[in-house]
């Protein structure tokens, strides 16, 4: 069983931040869960563009209000709490924030925690294993 606190994580290695955004990432690769998750902070006022090629991400708004826009056709989502998105089609997107986003999100296959994001929004493809 695994049992983290999401204060005592963000005292660790596990909180990665950004330039307007930090994401502490409770469940890892290597917990062997077969996918991750991290509670993410998007900053007020801020804009992100994101284009995860080689990962699916579902994403629930636990707080805050914002949007998300599927750069591909243009079509706008209003994001607030109890709404949730899922990148099903690896789908490029920009996320923008009206007031502080506090959002919980899974990622598969799951990220190890060291990824940062490439120039063009997305993470590298996870290794293949011989």
Not at 14 to 22: N, S
Not at 27 to 32: F, R, T
Not at 95 to 112: D, H, K
């Amino acid at each position: 069983m695994i049992v983290r606190n999401l204060n005592d994580a963000r005292m660790t290695d596990r909180l990665v931040k950004a330039d307007g955004w930090d994401s502490t990432r409770l469940v890892l690769a290597e917990d062997g869960m077969g996918f991750s998750f991290h509670i993410t902070r998007i900053a007020p006022g801020s804009s992100h563009v994101f284009h995860y090629k080689h990962h699916f991400e579902s994403v629930y708004c636990v707080s805050g209000q914002g949007s998300i826009e599927d750069l591909a056709t243009g079509q706008v989502h209003p994001i607030r709490p109890g709404v949730i998105y899922a990148l099903d089609q690896h789908d490029k997107h920009r996320l923008s924030a009206e007031t502080e986003l506090v959002m919980a999100c899974c990622f598969n296959p799951p990220v190890t925690g060291q990824e940062v994001h490439r120039e063009d929004g997305s993470y590298a493809p996870v290794p293949e294993h011989a």
